[in-house]
């Protein structure tokens, strides 16, 4: 019935949804410099688009994934053709803050990642053998020169705005640095200029339970299986960071799971305990125990005003409008760098917004809480993409 | 008449003070409205800063740049003298440390407008006295112990208080705004009796 009135295209036809590209892949031929002075000869790009290009080009934006993120930010067919929910599938589709109905939507994954692109997983054409930890190290920054690269195959010189959560917040500020030109926006949410003590610290004890795992072999590990229980633990840690003592306690508080009393033995019990073993046991199934310790190396040596005095220092060449936005209840990437980033960006002259958003849900926020981003995030792209037609973007 | 529109009638008076192309940070900018005239009319660079978050969506869409602040914890971030003017319009009376926010503006702009209600206006005073009761009026309609306007001033305390920190009034422009609905008028004889509003130019001493 469907199929028939998109056939006939009758004007009563239902909104057809905009297209996505599904799995893509670009083969970056040049190869690619890195910050650590080693250079990458082979480098595959897995992408995805949604939406259309227009024909100015001024409507392109691209979202940068976060640690365990993929390419796959929307919804549309997987690698196997199946229908799936995208990462930030509350955010970013058809009518949707991120609306694909109006925008080119461009989100692939890291450099250094394990879903598509060349990272510690891929292959090294030396030896026809997987890296492991013979791949060079890479930084937020050779992630966004990765970007680069594909956005020049994909024939976009300038992008409406780069959007980013956490990690990929770091690649959206990233790119207002490095690419000053390139962006006319930039949207920065929970994330920060560069990590503290803190965050580093629960980096390194993910990295350490990896290392330490049994099966981690120094990382050739790709034959034998991964290291599932160092991988898990990891991701327990990561969780925990995720979310906030709030809600933790509404979420699972002290319940028991499928038992009236304590086991008096080591099993699993409290509800929490269950979710973490849980989220453990799923990301095992699908990250890279290498590629978890590539990118939070990668976030821990992050650094926005690096090669600078002062962080206003370091951005005083940014020409992008910025949108900032942090959660009061993430203590992970706390609002108070956010606002070092914000009074930074001020003193640099730049056009910044911020504000805090209310919410008890911590880092995980910016993937549970679309419409208070969408307040802020729709008008702010409604507003950039309309002056971005008028300067002609692109103008072909 | 609603306190918008009352804003609209003093914020006219702030854009006439401000010559084309000043580089203009807006305090309490709301939803941008100011902000977007001073840029489109007249060229300014405009910045603003405002707390509420419907305000800030508002802004955004109008192509504004807004920084959500608590404008007690000061103007983080801004450096000394980056601004030629800083608007604080009918916001001193609702924030706790005037002082400091006044010293703020100063810091960072050349000049600071400020535009406030007169608590000295003769209605209040006539309110207060006849009454004997805590003045409620449709441009101040709460009850005291139920109000966002926590200091009150008048046009002659307003004149000690920038003196007291290091400023100094280059133009007073008293008002009555309350006559005929958005109609404004300049008082010339008696301000701190008759006008109920009044817009500062400040600099520092």
Not at chain 1, 6 to 15: D, H, I, Q
Not at chain 1, 322 to 334: I, Q, R
Not at chain 1, 354 to 362: D, N, Q
Not at chain 2, 102 to 130: D, K, Q, S
Request: contains cysteine; glycine residues 10%.
């Amino acid at each position: 019935m469907e199929a028939e009135h998109r056939a006939g295209g009758s004007p009563a036809a239902p909104t057809i949804a905009p297209p996505a590209s599904g799995p893509q892949v670009f083969e970056l031929a040049g190869g690619l410099d890195l910050a650590s002075g080693r250079r990458l000869e082979h480098v595959t790009i897995a992408y995805e688009t949604f939406g259309e290009l227009d024909q100015r080009r001024a409507n392109a934006i691209l979202v940068c994934h976060a640690l365990s993120g993929d390419a796959h930010v929307a919804a549309g067919p997987d690698r196997f053709g199946e229908q799936r929910p995208g990462w930030w599938d509350p955010m970013v589709g058809p009518g949707k803050a991120i609306d694909t109905e109006k925008y080119f939507v461009i989100c692939s994954n890291v450099l250094g990642g394990c879903s598509g692109t060349t990272g510690p997983g891929s292959a090294d054409p030396a030896t026809n053998a997987p890296y492991g930890l013979r791949f060079p190290l890479v930084t937020v920054e050779d992630m966004v020169d990765a970007q680069a690269a594909l956005l020049d195959h994909l024939g976009i010189e300038r992008l409406a705005c780069v959007a980013g959560g956490s990690m990929g917040g770091m690649q959206a500020l990233a790119w207002a640095r490095r690419y000053p030109e390139r962006v006319a926006s930039v949207a920065g949410i929970a994330t920060t200029w560069r990590l503290a003590a803190q965050a580093i610290a629960f980096n390194e004890v993910g990295r350490t339970a990896i290392l330490g795992d049994p099966t981690f072999s120094g990382g050739d590990y790709y034959d034998e299986g991964q290291p599932s229980h160092g991988l898990a633990v990891a991701r327990m840690i990561g969780h925990i960071t995720y979310l906030s003592d709030d809600s933790m306690r509404e979420k699972f508080g002290r319940r028991l799971r499928e038992r009236a009393g304590h086991a008096f033995e080591f099993v699993t019990e409290f509800e929490v305990e269950s979710y973490l073993a849980y989220q453990g046991r799923k990301f095992v199934e699908r990250f890279d125990a290498n590629t978890y310790l590539y990118m939070t190396k990668a976030m821990d040596y992050f650094d926005l005003s690096a090669g600078h005095e002062t962080l206003a220092a370091a951005l005083a060449g940014v020409r992008s409008r910025l949108l900032v936005l942090s959660f009061s209840s993430d203590w992970l990437f706390p609002t108070y760098q956010a606002r070092e980033l914000v009074d930074a960006l001020k003193a640099a002259g730049a056009e910044v917004s911020f504000a805090e958003i209310e919410s008890p849900y911590g880092h995980d926020a910016f993937l549970l809480e679309p419409e208070q981003q969408r307040r802020y995030l729709e008008p702010f792209l409604a507003r950039v993409v309309a002056e971005e037609c008028k300067r002609g973007g692109g103008e072909r | 008449m609603t306190l918008s529109d009352l804003l609209r009638a003093d914020l006219r008076l702030v854009t006439e003070m401000v010559p084309e192309g000043s580089r203009v940070l807006d305090l309490g900018c709301g939803d941008g409205s100011l902000m977007a005239h001073l840029r489109d009319e007249k060229g300014c660079t405009v910045r603003g800063v405002d707390l509420s978050p419907e305000d800030i969506a508002s802004a955004l869409g109008r192509g504004l740049s807004v920084v959500q602040t608590d404008l007690d914890e000061g103007l983080t971030g801004y450096a000394d003298r980056s601004f030629d003017y800083v608007v604080l319009s009918q916001t001193l009376q609702v924030v706790r440390r005037p002082a400091f926010v006044l010293r703020e503006m100063l810091r960072v702009g050349e000049r600071g407008i400020v535009t406030f209600p007169n608590f000295g206006h003769w209605r209040v005073r006539g309110y207060l006295a006849l009454r004997g009761r805590m003045p409620v009026s449709r441009s101040i309609p709460f009850t005291w112990y139920d109000t966002p306007n926590i200091h009150h001033t008048t046009i002659t305390d307003f004149r000690d208080f920038v003196v007291a920190n290091g400023g100094a009034i280059e133009r007073e422009v008293p008002l009555v705004t309350r006559e005929w609905a958005g109609a404004v008028r300049p008082v010339s004889v008696w301000p701190n009796l008759l006008a109920d509003t009044a817009v500062a130019l400040v600099r520092r001493a």
